[in-house]
């Protein structure tokens, strides 16, 4: 005879619409006033609860009764890392022991904290420790939505106040994850009230899934991780480039631009003598010109394993000079974290020590 384990609903991982017709549903089953859905709605999206035991205007019987019904996705925090600049890395342990990070980073007008959408990554960008550590497996959306709420119960309670931007940078490249990815943008959204324009999807080039953004209304961004202005430089650095060569990127980019008010941002990484050189910065003005782009310039993270060094200041202006005399807005976005290894692409680097990366272009 063969035993199935019932999955439970996680109503972390829910739509808002679904999650309240179950509820309504489950307390009209149990004789219970409508009102109950309510009242696990707002422990749900507004006090943050991480466990039905809290939801205390309940009556026992009824947290009881939640309990063997729905999953309520809570991961327990392995580690809390705080940097001296205030970034504040949280390292979660899932329920199969599976470890993933977020991190919180907080500047005098906002509070942005960076998600993780995979255990793991597969894409093996040869700048990233995430990525040379491999692919762990998929977050379900509840996975990916109990990070926020844990960062944000947690950013509350700790005099960081309310989570103002959602970036998704942390671990994994969400739009390999899209059956998770876009009912959390959904969640976050309508349950959570997140406005779309404050949350940014970032991807190294997934073209179905920028294609799928293009079509959505919600005005969520986009940040594209670039890295270099032409694919034979660019696929030493991200391995997805030779499945999806920059002119098949651009493609869809201008097709997401096209769906209107979704304004890009460029990510790219200032590598020493890499991704520097001179004549790059002239290239990629010629690459991004057409776009309502933003670029952010991001110095190169050391990681273990590679002798790479972050650009030179010098260049660094230089670069920002030549993208903005060709009428292209552009930063230099300053590390935070690094103390604490939660700066881009440093995410996992503890646990990847002395590895060597997967993938290297011969650079
Ligand atoms: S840069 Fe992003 S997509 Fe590339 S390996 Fe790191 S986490 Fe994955």
């Known amino acids: ?4 384990a019932t999955i439970k609903p996680d109503l972390a991982g829910l739509l808002p619409e679904d999650a309240e017709a179950m509820l309504k549903q489950h307390f009209a089953e149990r004789g219970q006033a409508k009102y109950r859905a309510g009242q696990v709605a707002k422990w749900l999206y507004e006090r943050l609860a991480s466990g039905f035991d809290e939801m205390t205007d309940l009556p026992a019987a009824e947290r009881e009764a939640l309990k063997e019904k729905f999953e309520l996705s809570s991961p327990a925090v392995a580690k809390l890392s705080r940097s001296v600049d205030g970034t504040a890395k949280h390292l ?29 990554c597969a894409m093996a960008c040869s700048f990233c ?7 762990r497996r998929q977050l379900g959306a509840g996975e990916i939505v109990s990070q926020y709420r ?8 700790n005099g960081y106040g309310e989570i103002s931007n959602i970036v ?12 998770s990815l876009f009912p959390t943008l959904a969640i976050l959204n309508r349950g959570y009230g997140v406005g779309a324009r404050r ?3 970032s991807t190294v080039g997934v073209v179905p899934g920028i294609l799928q953004m293009a079509e959505m209304p919600e005005q969520y961004r986009l940040a594209v991780s670039l890295h270099a202005p032409n694919h034979e430089l660019r696929q030493k650095l991200i391995p997805l480039e030779k499945k999806y060569p920059l002119p098949v990127l651009l493609d869809a980019l201008r097709k997401f631009d096209e769906a209107g008010g979704k304004r890009i941002t460029f990510e790219y990484v200032m590598i020493d003598g890499v991704t520097d050189l001179p004549g790059l910065a002239e290239e ?3 690459v991004i010109g057409e776009f309502n782009a933003f670029v952010n310039l991001i110095p190169f993270n050391p990681i273990p394993g590679t002798d790479w060094q972050p650009s030179k200041r010098a260049r660094l202006t230089e670069f920002v000079d030549v993208l903005e005399a060709r009428g292209i807005p552009a930063a230099v976005r300053e590390s935070r974290g690094r103390d604490i ?5 440093q995410l996992r680097a503890e646990a990847t020590e002395g590895r060597k990366p997967v993938q290297m272009g011969s650079i």
């Open 1 to 4: 005879m063969t035993v199935t």
């Open 129 to 135: 420790a995430t990525g040379w550590a491999g692919y």
């Open 284 to 286: 990629l003005a010629g």
């Open 150 to 157: 844990g960062a944000r119960r947690w950013a509350r309670e």
């Open 168 to 179: 998704f940078m942390g671990m994994g490249e969400p739009l390999m994850n899209p059956k």
């Open 92 to 120: 979660w342990r899932l329920k199969d022991g599976e470890l993933i990070e977020s991190v919180l980073i907080p500047t005098p007008s906002r509070l942005t904290l960076c998600i993780s959408s995979q255990a793991g």
């Open 199 to 201: 949350i940014t999807v």
């Open 341 to 345: 290894a939660a700066a881009c692409g």
